[in-house]
């Protein structure tokens, strides 16, 4: 008996859609019964994203899990059709991620989720007029003009309670009057970006974080419905753009799947060859600016090497160093530079030295492991009920690494270990991309000296058009995995474009692992969890 | 080895042969403070750039080289930009407060320089408990630092300000054990008593392994009072900013500055008084040739030597250690350096009641 007969069994209402991913449509009253249902009896721990949906006859959902021990995945759809006063049931008391990923939805679509602990806008003003990525939403620009003042702020937060048949809204604080709260951030060094962590201190010790997303938001959703899929590919570099590669191959995957084609063999093994070097300097980076975070400046420099001899590399062949716009539909842009394959030889020659060195000269440190060890630890149950992969998630004995639980293009041919931790601690974060760097080192030797001849890129049409239908792609950037879903009504632009990012669920889960610790320890778990704020905000 | 007292000598005469008493006195502190100001920013310009430098050179760069020959003019430019930006006054700070903390703190930093002991006959004072004033004096600057933290009115320079607070007084004590246990060696507290009693051989080779001892509790306190790292939690970039000069611009900033420079020196140059005998050429009892030759360097070049030399080290390690964590660094304080001080100082009592030392 399949997974459908037993839910059929159990909710006669449902109606399924059978498909790569099974999809189960399900009344809204039913959702939560289902989620409940499907986690705890189907093991289905992991809620891998919620996509917010505007069909114009109703708004809804569509929930995407993945059962950590099978590594299967199904997803569910819920809808409602009152589009004034749109509410579903939270499943934030199931996955704790989804009160943030909640938040994401009820601030494009306006969908109300009920009984969730925190129901404000997370990206937009808490001003912001309308639902940016509902079909009918008013983009003219008087009804939320820039201002040059500064936006309002608010310490309320709301939560919707289901009483006697009628939605109540009760009002909550986010921090007590008494609380010491301290901004670090917008604009501080440790955290990376434009983020802002409000903190509640007792002394040196964190009693709250509430983490003010968006203001780096770009609507890189809601631009996408307007553009035509190869215009798409370009915001992939700007989202997490230390893993540009690996998110242009996870959208490219997801169109070519759509159209069902196929990139060139070349073309798929220059682009696993550049995933890995794109993880190399990103983790390069993160030592670096990690042990600069911690006090030790001289690491970064060090790293940085490497990672300019990366940058190299990548400006010969794709002519940028940032945005490198490589992959496209059907295989790659360009064909690589003529030195390309001597240059990586190059750099996989000292790479492994430069490892042992960064570990003599920092992870043995004394003072390293006394501020690392035991600090943030995350537990295993946590890391899968907040979502939180790659590297991370790997350090709480989580084996989650895409390229291994559902591997895509030539990685089930290729040999390396996937690096797990069980300490869960800043330390293991950190030493499991010290031994990424090993890895990848590894896969790209078992590919620079078989690069295959041929064409760099399949023929598609000049127009690219995807099927009516949609498509959901996983893979794995270097900070965890990247989801993408692709709904289309048959045009040569998206109906929906959801992107799924991991540092949004690396942002979130902040507050959980620092409460009681002290601020320098923010520091370390902020850093070891190595968060990229365009990525959060999309 | 010349006597810098004979020079010295001479201008007081001088000056006496046509000036009242009193007037000679005014005069030859004017003087004095006009040196000591000369000598102490022009420390903090080379020492800025000899960080630089330094920092560069484990860091696999160059560091300043574009202004002037070798970036030696770098530092002047940096200098005279800081004394011609504009001092940022701040809404809803105290005024007054926030104006006399940078002063509070360079105060501190040239009375404690104006102690040290620059060459034979080269001393501005000279009393019996001088290192015990020098000790006091440098007490002061956590005032300032205090001050700093709290009229600014921002809550990351109150952070920065009380963990500064809890972290100088408490290495103050290991600086002062330390300190007393050399002075138990010399058996004098005057300075240039400390010095002489180093004639023949520095304290850091006669004194043995508590000297060693010592000497090791020193430097990892004196790096700590000067708030550098690994111990540069007051002003921890990455968390706090900058710590409790935050909101500080123009030179009240840049007394901020040269005070943490200027301290890194006044640290070097006490260790190099209390354990390598401050100006007293390096000697070797019984070879008189050798001797002769390292006294014919003058006696300033080896004490500023000897401290450039100690802060090389004190350089090193804030470029190679990463940061402590204000619990692990009270921790390392109380309940490992100052016991272990402790028993280093009924160690040396021992050493010197039974003469076991060269």
Same mark, same amino acid.
């Given at each position: 008996?399949?997974?459908?007969?037993?839910?059929?069994?159990?909710?006669?209402?449902?109606?399924?859609?059978?498909?790569?991913?099974?999809?189960?449509?399900?009344?809204?009253?039913?959702?939560?019964?289902?989620?409940?249902?499907?986690?705890?009896?189907?093991?289905?721990?992991?809620?891998?994203?919620?996509?917010?949906?505007?069909?114009?006859?109703?708004?809804?959902?569509?929930?995407?899990?993945?059962?950590?021990?099978?590594?299967?995945?199904?997803?569910?759809?819920?809808?409602?059709?009152?589009?004034?006063?749109?509410?579903?049931?939270?499943?934030?008391?199931?996955?704790?991620?989804?009160?943030?990923?909640?938040?994401?939805?009820?601030?494009?679509?306006?969908?109300?989720?009920?009984?969730?602990?925190?129901?404000?806008?997370?990206?937009?003003?808490?001003?912001?007029?309308?639902?940016?990525?509902?079909?009918?939403?008013?983009?003219?620009?008087?009804?939320?003009?820039?201002?040059?003042?500064?936006?309002?702020?608010?310490?309320?937060?709301?939560?919707?309670?289901?009483?006697?048949?009628?939605?109540?809204?009760?009002?909550?604080?986010?921090?007590?009057?008494?609380?010491?709260?301290?901004?670090?951030?917008?604009?501080?060094?440790?955290?990376?970006?434009?983020?802002?962590?409000?903190?509640?201190?007792?002394?040196?010790?964190?009693?709250?974080?509430?983490?003010?997303?968006?203001?780096?938001?770009?609507?890189?959703?809601?631009?996408?419905?307007?553009?035509?899929?190869?215009?798409?590919?370009?915001?992939?570099?700007?989202?997490?753009?230390?893993?540009?590669?690996?998110?242009?191959?996870?959208?490219?995957?997801?169109?070519?799947?759509?159209?069902?084609?196929?990139?060139?063999?070349?073309?798929?093994?220059?682009?696993?060859?550049?995933?890995?070097?794109?993880?190399?300097?990103?983790?390069?980076?993160?030592?670096?600016?990690?042990?600069?975070?911690?006090?030790?400046?001289?690491?970064?420099?060090?790293?940085?090497?490497?990672?300019?001899?990366?940058?190299?590399?990548?400006?010969?062949?794709?002519?940028?160093?940032?945005?490198?716009?490589?992959?496209?539909?059907?295989?790659?842009?360009?064909?690589?530079?003529?030195?390309?394959?001597?240059?990586?030889?190059?750099?996989?020659?000292?790479?492994?030295?430069?490892?042992?060195?960064?570990?003599?000269?920092?992870?043995?440190?004394?003072?390293?492991?006394?501020?690392?060890?035991?600090?943030?630890?995350?537990?295993?149950?946590?890391?899968?009920?907040?979502?939180?992969?790659?590297?991370?998630?790997?350090?709480?004995?989580?084996?989650?690494?895409?390229?291994?639980?559902?591997?895509?293009?030539?990685?089930?041919?290729?040999?390396?270990?996937?690096?797990?931790?069980?300490?869960?601690?800043?330390?293991?974060?950190?030493?499991?991309?010290?031994?990424?760097?090993?890895?990848?080192?590894?896969?790209?030797?078992?590919?620079?000296?078989?690069?295959?001849?041929?064409?760099?890129?399949?023929?598609?049409?000049?127009?690219?058009?995807?099927?009516?239908?949609?498509?959901?792609?996983?893979?794995?950037?270097?900070?965890?995995?990247?989801?993408?879903?692709?709904?289309?009504?048959?045009?040569?632009?998206?109906?929906?474009?959801?992107?799924?990012?991991?540092?949004?669920?690396?942002?979130?889960?902040?507050?959980?692992?620092?409460?009681?610790?002290?601020?320098?320890?923010?520091?370390?778990?902020?850093?070891?969890?190595?968060?990229?704020?365009?990525?959060?905000?999309? | 080895?010349?006597?810098?007292?004979?020079?010295?000598?001479?201008?007081?005469?001088?000056?006496?042969?046509?000036?009242?008493?009193?007037?000679?006195?005014?005069?030859?502190?004017?003087?004095?403070?006009?040196?000591?100001?000369?000598?102490?920013?022009?420390?903090?310009?080379?020492?800025?750039?000899?960080?630089?430098?330094?920092?560069?050179?484990?860091?696999?760069?160059?560091?300043?080289?574009?202004?002037?020959?070798?970036?030696?003019?770098?530092? !002047? *430019?940096?200098?005279?930009?800081?004394?011609?930006?504009?001092? &940022?006054?701040? /809404?809803?700070?105290?005024? @007054? =407060?926030? %104006?006399?903390?940078?002063?509070?703190?360079?105060?501190?930093?040239?009375?404690? !320089? *104006?102690?040290?002991?620059?060459?034979?006959?080269?001393?501005? &004072?000279?009393? /019996?408990?001088?290192?015990? @004033? =020098?000790? %006091?004096?440098?007490?002061?600057?956590?005032?300032?630092?205090?001050?700093?933290?709290?009229?600014?009115?921002?809550?990351?320079?109150?952070?920065?300000?009380?963990?500064?607070?809890?972290?100088?007084?408490?290495?103050?004590?290991?600086?002062?054990?330390?300190?007393?246990?050399?002075?138990?060696?010399?058996?004098?507290?005057?300075?240039?008593?400390?010095?002489?009693?180093?004639?023949?051989?520095?304290?850091?080779?006669?004194?043995?392994?508590?000297?060693?001892?010592?000497?090791?509790?020193?430097?990892?306190?004196?790096?700590?009072?000067?708030?550098?790292?690994?111990?540069?939690?007051?002003?921890?970039?990455?968390?706090?900013?900058?710590?409790?000069?935050?909101?500080?611009?123009?030179?009240?900033?840049?007394?901020?500055?040269?005070?943490?420079?200027?301290?890194?020196?006044?640290?070097?140059?006490?260790?190099?008084?209390?354990?390598?005998?401050?100006?007293?050429?390096?000697?070797?009892?019984?070879?008189?040739?050798?001797?002769?030759?390292?006294?014919?360097?003058?006696?300033?070049?080896?004490?500023?030597?000897?401290?450039?030399?100690?802060?090389?080290?004190?350089?090193?390690?804030?470029?190679?250690?990463?940061?402590?964590?204000?619990?692990?660094?009270?921790?390392?304080?109380?309940?490992?350096?100052?016991?272990?001080?402790?028993?280093?100082?009924?160690?040396?009592?021992?050493?010197?009641?039974?003469?076991?030392?060269?």
């Amino acid at each position: 008996m399949n997974i459908q007969e037993k839910i059929a069994g159990f909710f006669p209402e449902a109606s399924f859609e059978e498909g790569e991913i099974l999809r189960i449509d399900i009344p809204a009253e039913k959702l939560h019964e289902l989620a409940q249902k499907l986690r705890d009896e189907f093991g289905y721990d992991y809620l891998v994203t919620i996509v917010g949906m505007d069909w114009t006859d109703s708004l809804g959902c569509i929930y995407y899990l993945m059962n950590t021990a099978d590594k299967s995945q199904i997803s569910f759809k819920a809808a409602t059709a009152d589009r004034e006063h749109p509410a579903l049931d939270s499943v934030a008391d199931l996955w704790k991620i989804a009160v943030i990923l909640e938040r994401e939805v009820y601030d494009f679509f306006g969908i109300i989720f009920v009984n969730n602990p925190d129901m404000r806008r997370l990206f937009l003003n808490i001003d912001w007029v309308g639902y940016p990525l509902r079909k009918d939403y008013d983009e003219n620009p008087e009804l939320n003009p820039v201002t040059t003042e500064s936006e309002r702020q608010s310490d309320e937060t709301y939560v919707w309670k289901r009483e006697d048949g009628k939605l109540v809204k009760h009002v909550e604080r986010v921090f007590q009057d008494d609380d010491f709260v301290v901004n670090i951030g917008p604009q501080h060094p440790a955290t990376h970006g434009v983020l802002r962590f409000r903190t509640a201190l007792d002394g040196e010790i964190i009693k709250k974080i509430d983490v003010y997303m968006g203001y780096i938001h770009r609507g890189v959703e809601k631009l996408c419905e307007n553009l035509q899929y190869p215009q798409t590919l370009h915001f992939m570099d700007r989202l997490d753009y230390f893993s540009a590669h690996n998110y242009h191959h996870g959208l490219c995957l997801c169109i070519e799947k759509a159209m069902g084609i196929e990139a060139p063999r070349r073309a798929q093994v220059i682009r696993v060859i550049m995933d890995e070097l794109s993880r190399i300097a990103s983790h390069c980076l993160f030592i670096g600016t990690y042990c600069m975070d911690l006090g030790a400046t001289t690491m970064l420099f060090y790293t940085l090497r490497v990672r300019e001899q990366i940058l190299d590399i990548m400006e010969r062949t794709c002519g940028a160093r940032m945005t490198f716009n490589y992959s496209c539909i059907g295989g790659l842009m360009a064909d690589i530079h003529p030195d390309f394959v001597k240059d990586v030889k190059e750099l996989l020659a000292i790479c492994p030295k430069n490892v042992a060195e960064y570990n003599k000269l920092f992870t043995g440190n004394v003072i390293t492991k006394g501020r690392l060890e035991g600090v943030g630890v995350l537990t295993h149950d946590d890391a899968i009920s907040y979502g939180i992969t790659g590297p991370s998630g790997r350090a709480s004995g989580w084996a989650c690494d895409v390229r291994k639980t559902h591997p895509y293009s030539i990685y089930p041919e290729l040999k390396f270990e996937q690096v797990v931790r069980t300490e869960g601690d800043s330390m293991a974060r950190f030493k499991n991309r010290m031994d990424e760097i090993q890895q990848s080192v590894d896969i790209i030797n078992q590919l620079i000296d078989n690069i295959p001849e041929g064409e760099y890129c399949a023929k598609v049409p000049k127009i690219i058009k995807l099927p009516e239908g949609h498509w959901f792609q996983i893979v794995e950037g270097c900070r965890g995995l990247f989801g993408v879903y692709i709904e289309s009504k048959g045009g040569n632009q998206p109906y929906r474009l959801k992107l799924v990012t991991p540092c949004l669920n690396l942002a979130s889960v902040v507050d959980h692992i620092t409460r009681g610790d002290k601020i320098a320890d923010l520091i370390t778990i902020g850093g070891s969890l190595d968060y990229i704020v365009p990525d959060i905000d999309r | 080895m010349f006597n810098f007292s004979i020079v010295t000598e001479w201008i007081h005469n001088l000056l006496a042969s046509f000036m009242p008493g009193w007037l000679t006195t005014t005069v030859e502190c004017v003087l004095i403070g006009v040196g000591l100001l000369l000598v102490y920013s022009l420390l903090a310009l080379f020492y800025i750039y000899y960080e630089r430098k330094i920092c560069a050179f484990i860091q696999c760069r160059l560091g300043p080289n574009r202004v002037g020959p070798m970036g030696l003019l770098q530092v !002047f *430019a940096d200098m005279f930009k800081m004394l011609i930006k504009e001092l &940022i006054t701040i /809404n809803n700070t105290d005024k @007054f =407060l926030f %104006a006399l903390a940078p002063y509070l703190v360079i105060i501190a930093s040239m009375l404690s !320089f *104006a102690c040290l002991p620059w060459g034979n006959g080269l001393q501005v &004072i000279n009393f /019996n408990i001088g290192i015990f @004033f =020098l000790i %006091a004096v440098s007490s002061i600057g956590v005032l300032g630092i205090l001050l700093a933290g709290w009229s600014s009115n921002n809550k990351y320079t109150l952070i920065g300000a009380m963990r500064s607070g809890a972290q100088m007084v408490s290495y103050e004590l290991s600086i002062g054990l330390s300190i007393i246990t050399m002075v138990c060696l010399a058996g004098t507290m005057s300075i240039p008593g400390i010095v002489e009693a180093q004639e023949n051989g520095w304290f850091i080779f006669t004194g043995h392994i508590p000297a060693i001892i010592a000497f090791i509790i020193y430097l990892i306190a004196g790096t700590a009072e000067t708030n550098r790292g690994p111990f540069d939690l007051p002003e921890a970039e990455s968390e706090l900013t900058a710590g409790y000069h935050t909101e500080y611009s123009g030179i009240h900033f840049g007394f901020f500055y040269l005070a943490e420079y200027l301290n890194l020196f006044i640290v070097s140059g006490v260790a190099a008084l209390l354990f390598f005998g401050g100006w007293m050429p390096f000697h070797v009892p019984g070879w008189e040739g050798f001797n002769d030759i390292m006294n014919y360097i003058p006696s300033p070049i080896w004490f500023i030597g000897k401290a450039i030399i100690i802060s090389a080290i004190i350089i090193w390690f804030k470029w190679t250690f990463p940061r402590l964590r204000i619990d692990q660094l009270l921790t390392l304080e109380w309940k490992y350096l100052l016991p272990i001080n402790l028993v280093n100082l009924v160690l040396m009592v021992l050493v010197v009641v039974y003469n076991l030392h060269f």
